[in-house]
């Protein structure tokens, strides 16, 4: 099971960029999706997340409004369309899978991880 993340790199605030977390190894459309990000000195903390069929979503509030979580089960991919970036988005973005078919935003729901990918926003 392999879980990548790529989209991430530099951008200015205001910006945007849009992650993709690719999955392979086996098929994940019966199960929840969601984004996480860890910021440096600080913990893991929740960003998005997705039922099995996008009938359930869930935004950190610090996020509502400027990203957009989707997926694509033919591809069994999920992304993150993240807008009106600031600064204090930078961190290192995970993408995961959870246990079941729900949308969850605690991290101990989620039992496979990607290794993450950079977003960093410029002032």
């Known amino acids: 099971v392999q879980l990548v993340e790529s989209g991430g790199g530099l951008v200015q605030a205001g910006g945007s960029l849009r992650l993709s977390c690719a999955a392979s190894?086996?098929?994940?459309?019966?199960?929840?999706k969601g984004w996480f990000r860890q910021a440096p000195g600080k913990e893991r903390e929740f960003v998005a997340a997705i039922n099995w069929n996008g009938g359930s979503i869930y935004y950190a509030d610090s996020v509502k409004g400027r990203f957009t979580i989707s997926r694509d089960n033919a591809k069994n991919t999920v992304y993150l369309q993240m807008n009106s970036l600031k600064p204090e988005d930078t961190a290192v973005y995970y993408c995961?899978?959870?246990?079941?078919?729900?949308?969850?935003?605690?991290?101990?729901?989620?039992?496979?991880w990607g290794q993450g990918t950079q977003v960093t926003v410029s002032s």
């Open positions: 995961a899978v959870s246990r079941d078919y729900g949308a969850w935003t605690a991290d101990y729901e989620y039992e496979d």
């Open positions: 190894g086996r098929t994940f459309n019966n199960y929840g």
